[in-house]
């Protein structure tokens, strides 16, 4: 379903039908993977209610005013030892980066060793669940994927309630994981360590892959638009330096957050949202049964021409003067299950952009191949390589190939 009136008749209507689960292989009976399939994503009712009751006083406008200056200086001080002059893989260091920031501010973790163990872990599950092979043939047998995927969710299960256990020590920590940790029971039942993992796996996921993945394409159309780049470097130049600037005064830079929405709407981090009615319910003018699958799409609702002129350009300018709704533009779903990290994550990716941006020039291989791939979320299909060099401002158009151009114009206007 496309265009705001089919986004609200579905995202507003959580009596009748809900999301769907990231992790959508069946487990069997019992199983770690039975729980994480029905992680925070896909939770109904009290359940629902209590892990956002935990989630949301997190994210809210004041904590994340509260983590502005920590997420200034964890993001500057990751993104400053990038090795200039090296050939890096651009979407590893944005993960490294977003991970660093999440974990220590909103999960509460000062270990860095923690934090990449889980983050590899998690990677390596996510991975399996959207492999083909994983579900042919479905044997819980030594050397099957299906078998190594349900193996690992263990592991991961093993690492989270570890971590769960020595943060819950700690009665008056303010963060995710200590959320987590005091939900006891859902109505009446208790809440099993596998299905708490679960939850702790999807928002831990949820909170640096959306990032990694929106700032990485970001830079790449920055470097397919030299002329915006430069734009942008000028403004960032002319406001005050990023260590000192303060969050108000880095949310008023016109053009960088042009470039950050504009961005979102050409390659937004979930370009699908997957929903299932649970009722008998007329959504669209369409009855549906319960079971349905219904599947709406933030990659066709943001190049509807109504709304967004030239909807394949990439023109960062269209948002010095447009406003659309919240169901014309939802880079972060919408309704009551919009993604609570949102602001967050706007945050992030403003402070981040800017220390790229100043510091770095990326210089893409000529006629390299950049792909993507929808894993839950859009992500390169593989390493995007780039090499860093100090901010000359000498800027090109990057000569690239693959899918990543089907997303976006460019070339001189008609």
Not at 205 to 222: K, Q
Request: hydrophobic fraction near 40%; aromatic fraction near 8%; include cysteine.
């Amino acid at each position: 379903m496309v265009g705001a009136k089919h986004n609200r008749d579905v995202l507003t209507r959580t009596d009748v039908a809900r999301p769907t689960a990231l992790w959508q292989v069946p487990g069997p009976s019992g199983s770690t993977q039975r729980e994480f399939r029905s992680s925070y994503l896909a939770t109904h009712s009290k359940e629902h209610e209590l892990l956002a009751a935990a989630v949301t006083p997190q994210l809210t406008k004041r904590q994340v005013a509260e983590h502005f200056d920590s997420i200034r200086d964890l993001s500057i001080e990751a993104i400053d030892r990038w090795p200039v002059g090296q050939t890096v893989d651009l979407y590893a260091l944005i993960r490294q980066v977003a991970q660093r920031v999440a974990f220590k501010l909103l999960f509460g973790e000062a270990e860095d060793a923690r934090i990449r163990g889980f983050s590899g872990l998690l990677e390596n599950y996510h991975f399996m669940n959207f492999r083909p092979t994983v579900h042919f043939p479905r044997l819980d047998v030594p050397g099957c994927p299906y078998h190594n995927m349900l193996r690992t969710a263990d592991r991961l299960a093993e690492f989270i309630n570890s971590w769960i256990a020595d943060r819950s020590r700690e009665p008056r920590a303010k963060n995710l994981c200590a959320a987590l940790a005091a939900i006891e029971a859902v109505e009446g039942r208790p809440l099993t360590p596998e299905r708490r993992a679960g939850h702790f796996s999807f928002l831990g996921f949820a909170a640096y892959e959306t990032m990694s993945s929106a700032l990485t394409w970001t830079l790449f159309l920055l470097a397919l638009h030299p002329k915006v780049l430069a734009d942008l470097v000028d403004e960032i130049e002319a406001a005050p330096p990023l260590e000192s600037i303060d969050q108000e005064r880095l949310a008023e830079q016109a053009l960088l957050n042009g470039v950050i929405w504009e961005a979102m709407r050409l390659v937004p981090p979930t370009p699908i949202i997957p929903w299932r009615a649970v009722h008998r319910c007329e959504i669209g003018g369409l009855s549906l049964p319960p079971g349905t699958s219904i599947l709406l799409s933030p990659h066709m609702t943001h190049r509807l021409p109504e709304v967004f002129a030239e909807p394949t350009r990439f023109l960062p300018e269209r948002w010095f003067s447009i406003n659309p709704s919240p169901y014309e533009y939802l880079p972060f779903s919408g309704g009551p299950r919009r993604c609570p990290g949102a602001m967050f994550g706007t945050e992030f990716l403003r402070v981040a952009l800017t220390a790229i941006v100043r510091r770095y020039r990326l210089v893409v291989r000529p006629r390299a191949r950049v792909d993507y791939v929808y894993r839950g979320i859009t992500m390169p299909k593989a390493g995007i390589p780039v090499r860093l060099v100090r901010q000359d401002r000498q800027f090109s158009v990057a000569d690239i190939r693959g899918r990543l151009l089907d997303l976006v114009t460019t070339g001189p206007a008609n």
